[in-house]
């Protein structure tokens, strides 16, 4: 089993920032894609951000050039960098992982979720 914990979602005004992390545990052999999600309310799950084991980013139009997404792969931890959020980056925000684990001499993948973080931007 593994499990993804996100940390540091809260309240926030306008233009202010917030850094979400998202640790993993578990019977992990590796960790391929990580990536943070948020669903606002009455919204779909939205990809907000994702890095692959190699470092390659990609990001949603919406959050280009305001959050950073990064990984510390010793850690198997992911970060959100936040700055210059809107009210319209109010969601929950999700943790998402790519894992790869070993049972007997098979290796094999699943995709897991995090429970979430809320993060809530005033006007």
């Known amino acids: 089993q593994v499990q993804l914990v996100e940390s540091g979602g809260g309240l926030v005004q306008a233009g202010g920032s917030l850094r979400l992390s998202c640790a993993a545990s578990g019977s992990i052999f590796s960790i391929n894609a990580m990536g943070w999600y948020r669903q606002a309310p009455g919204k779909q799950r939205e990809l907000v951000a994702a890095?692959?084991?190699?470092?390659?980013?990609n990001y949603a139009d919406s959050v280009k050039g305001r959050f950073t997404i990064s990984r510390d792969n010793a850690k198997n931890t992911v970060y959100l960098q936040m700055n210059s959020l809107k009210p319209e980056d109010t969601a929950v925000y999700y943790c998402?992982?790519?894992?790869?684990?070993?049972?007997?001499?098979?290796?094999?993948?699943?995709?897991?979720w995090g429970k979430g973080t809320l993060v809530t931007v005033s006007s």
């Open positions: 998402n992982a790519d894992v790869s684990y070993r049972v007997g001499e098979g290796l094999y993948g699943m995709d897991y």
């Open positions: 890095i692959t084991s190699g470092g390659s980013t």
